[in-house]
């Protein structure tokens, strides 16, 4: 079998685009590798193939360094299904389960706890995602009668270029919510999907950029330490992915937690999903372990995250240069593929006799007429019945080209000025 | 991307062995086919691929042609997935819904069965599987209090080469179910990994083999009809699988019943697997559809038809010369790859003073003691608290050769005749 390198990303990829791997179907016999197509085309454990195992839990091992010594890892088919595995280990409806995550949250994630009738709750964020201080205050007035639902014991949160805000928690701000979760023993579902897409410093449109990351000691030094690195209580199951790093189409990730979550983890597996694809886990083995290694695959990651920020600094020249600042405005994101923009909706005309969800389907349909998707805020609402609080726009600069880009945020900057009768 | 053609598996296989199939980064842009890298490896729609939908939709009406028109297919992660998915649909724990099936039946869907709460109820079984009498008398004497469960809803059954069994429903047999379940109005999970593996029928240790089909139309002509293909009330969910007939770990297959079914399959899957690997999509597309065609993996099928012929044959004819006929005696399987060995314990010395699991675990024990794995009955109960009807052990032809086959039969006779003392 002969793969080829993942579709080249950057020119700085080039170096080993094109290239060609070969699987054979008796390598393991024949002594030349230890993965063939023998042993991953077959049933296989339902935690994954031996060989991407152990490759995905050094690679732990380097990022993380998990403070107790009982951890492991799984393979998953992505964070979506070991998410909804997570959500039936952990919550149960007939008890009035409930969980919080950040008052914008990941539209999937909230659509796959509603069927299992789990009550999901909000906590406040600010540019630096969830505050600790609203989840503290949310946990300790809890009334069990007015919310409908048992105190929550987990919490949902994606720490790294959060979607829909593309917020970043920093350093401090983790250690803050891990204290509160230590303090209302709360377990906590790690989501990272974007952790290694954490970009250069945003340094404004006209300073120069700050030198990049010259080795990979470096770069791991400078990613914002994981949840699941500071996690001594062994309450967090952190959910890693490969698709917004190799492809989706895999369907691969990974979990890592305390091996008794892990256990429970791999049961489910085995009456469920029987573990990922042998084709992918057979052809990301080749790719990350045989043809990269550690540190050929930390490289690469160091790529996306020039290619990120060149990007994320080309949607931000357009906001600069086609969005009207009086009434738009946004943080620079420092991970992920998404920009909040914030549409101030007290400077309205309407806003003293049209309700905000009214004005943000204005805007929404003004965008859709001239041919651009903005994701309303509302459709990221953990609360669904709450008033929304702002008028919000998910934007994302992930695939577009950079002319692309710009002709979206100019056509959303016209549609809020249609809204707004700025003429 | 390079891929090989499956293992070969027999040698009337050998002529397309060792081919070489490409799949390039943007062939449909580059008018070079219909499904590619850039289109296959992106995140999908969960219901999969519409490219390799329209296959096994092609498929399935050359196979089944179901008798109403609003009937639809949707890819799946494999079987063990796509009836997770359907017991969460059908089944609630909280209205104390239970299913029925064969009376011994694949272990995997009772363990799948059991965490969601569903109460699973065994029908009596033939040579031929289930028996539609049975089923009836036990749904029309349901007494909710006495069960402790719903009157059942849903049949799980295995129409061909059943698991653990190896029993093959007849048409007859077949319409005779279907009629119980209209009579009854339950729905029908048709699990069929082994439908394709239906072998010549068994003319003896001696007579000479019937000539197999001739023709693509002849093999299907001569299949079974399947459920699905009797289905005027659509009733039916179908669940096929390549495992056993391309590759395990590809974990793919697919469902087929009435739209309404399959759009609630598909918001399942959205919230949970995603849909199946890319990469296994593009490999089996490019396998059965490019390469193969619906002719050419019809023919597939047909060689596999006789591999399993040769192997059951060999299988039969080790039992013939190894195991004591006073005390085991089996039926021929007419398709699948497992071999259901009664062991009479009637006869058995210590029959008026030992339990039957206890005999059954000595039986056990002798084996793994001469090295031979046989699954005693006991795995398969559909009720796990009732007493053994017998003593049953399932045996497999599927991957050992004959060589390997007749060793393990012959320690299998000799575990019996040492616990029968027949020495
Ligand atoms: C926060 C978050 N988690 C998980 C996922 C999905 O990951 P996967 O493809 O591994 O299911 C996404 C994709 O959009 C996401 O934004
Ligand atoms: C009856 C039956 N159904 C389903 C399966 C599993 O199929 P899949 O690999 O598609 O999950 C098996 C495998 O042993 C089986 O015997």
Known sequence: MHIPMPPEFSKAAAHSAGRQVTIGKHDVAEKDG??????????????????????????TELVSRPPYADWRCALTIGSTGSLEAAY???????????????????????????????????????????????????????????RGARKPTVLYTV??????????????????????????DIFIFEDEPYYFLQMQPYTGPNAPALPPPATVEEFLGG??????????????????????????????GWVTASEQVIERYIRHAECCSQGPSGFSQLITYKLVDEE???????????????????RRNAILAACEKFLPRE????TPPAAG?????????????????????????????????????????????????????GLFFRTMFASASEE??????????????DSYRMG
Chains 1, 2 share one sequence.
């Not at 001594?232 to 698709?243: A, C, K, N, P, Q």
């Open 34 to 59: 230890v993965f063939d197509l023998s042993i991953g085309l077959n049933y296989g454990q339902s935690i994954g193939s031996a060989q991407l195992l152990r490759w995905v839990t050094e690679h």
């Open 88 to 146: 039936r280990m952990f919550c149960d409806r007939n008890r009035g389960d409930s969980i919080l995550t950040e008052e914008y949250s990941f539209s999937t994630a909230l659509e796959t706890a509603a069927p299992l009738g789990i009550k999901v709750f909000g906590v406040k964020i600010d540019d630096e995602g969830l505050i600790p201080a609203s989840m503290d205050e949310i946990l300790s007035t809890w009334d069990e009668t007015a």
């Open 159 to 184: 720490p790294s270029g959060q979607n829909p805000t593309g917020a970043m928690q920093g350093e401090q701000r983790r250690r803050g919510i891990y204290e509160i979760c230590r303090k209302h």
């Open 223 to 252: 990613l914002v330490p994981t949840l699941l690195s500071m996690d001594v209580d062994g309450r967090v199951m952190r959910h890693d992915s490969f698709s917004k790093v190799i492809v989706p189409g895999s369907r691969l």
């Open 292 to 310: 990269w290694g550690h540190e050929g695959y930390l490289k690469w990651l160091m790529n996306l995250r020039l290619e990120y920020t060149k």
């Open 327 to 330: 009434v738009v405005s946004w």
């Open 337 to 389: 593929m998404f920009l909040w923009l914030k549409v101030d909706h007290q400077l309205h005309p309407d806003a003293a006799t049209r309700c905000l969800i009214d004005i943000e389907q204005e805007i929404f349909d003004l965008c859709i007429d001239k041919g651009v998707l903005a994701c309303p805020g509302s459709w990221f609402r953990a609360e669904q019945d709450k008033p929304l609080s």
């Open 404 to 417: 692309q880009m710009a002709v979206a945020i100019e056509r959303f900057g016209a549609a809020v000025r």
